[in-house]
């Protein structure tokens, strides 16, 4: 069992499984954005992750056992698919819901903005920047919940040649789910059915604050 606490302790998920099915370190302006917001939010010092945020992909199969009322689900512009769980009570960053690309047998951990403990050590596959995301990838529409979906076509770049087949061999896997465990989008559901979300739409890096606009979460 993979045991995720935020920073504080106060919120604690358990993972059946404790074997990563690959690891990522991640560049990308989302995740900036919202690691950016979340120190804002705690009133500390923020460092642009130009050598990566270290994130290892596990099986999708896991149960909130401390502080499931201080989870909430960010999201940086409405139609975001790409979601990041949060524990507010310190602002440590959990989870990565992304059902454009994982699909929905793969949970992301943000092993940088949490603790993490269980896990099997694994080998990074790649590392990838925002330049690295190909142009021709097929837009998401994760109702369908296919997994990972590209156009095909050539790629622009060296890296996600060798990320797709990984995505998509770890998304072919049986899952686990023991008795008592669940997957990210029952636990984001349950969340945003109680507490709503926040959206950081507008939000940027120029010094100005972000604009929250779940009006829970302002309420708060």
């Known amino acids: 069992m993979t045991v995720i606490t935020c920073n504080c302790g106060e919120t604690e998920a358990h993972f059946s499984s404790t074997k990563p099915l690959f690891r990522l370190i991640c560049c990308c302006n989302d995740c900036n954005t919202i690691l950016h917001w979340a120190a804002w939010k705690q009133n500390r010092p923020f460092y642009p992750a130009f050598q990566g945020i270290d994130k290892i992909y596990m099986e999708n199969s896991l149960k909130i056992v401390k502080g499931e009322q201080n989870l909430r689900w960010i999201k940086i512009t409405e139609d975001s698919v790409c979601l990041r769980g949060l524990a507010v009570c310190c602002y440590s960053s959990l989870f990565v819901e992304n059902l454009s690309i994982l699909g929905p047998n793969i949970a992301c951990i943000d092993v940088d903005f949490c603790q993490v403990n269980g896990a099997e050590p694994c080998e990074i596959t790649a ?86 606009l779940a009006e829970r979460e302002a309420q708060q």
């Open 127 to 212: 590392q990838i920047f925002e330049k690295d995301v190909p142009s021709n990838r097929e837009a998401a529409i994760c109702q369908s919940f296919e997994g990972p979906r590209f156009m095909e076509g050539p790629e622009e770049s060296q890296i996600w040649p060798s990320v797709i087949p990984t995505i998509i061999e770890a998304q072919s896997k049986e899952i686990n789910t023991p008795e008592g465990f669940v997957s990210l989008r029952n636990i984001i559901e349950k969340s945003v059915n109680a507490y709503g979300w926040i959206n950081l739409e507008g939000y940027n890096d120029n010094g100005a604050l972000p604009i929250v």
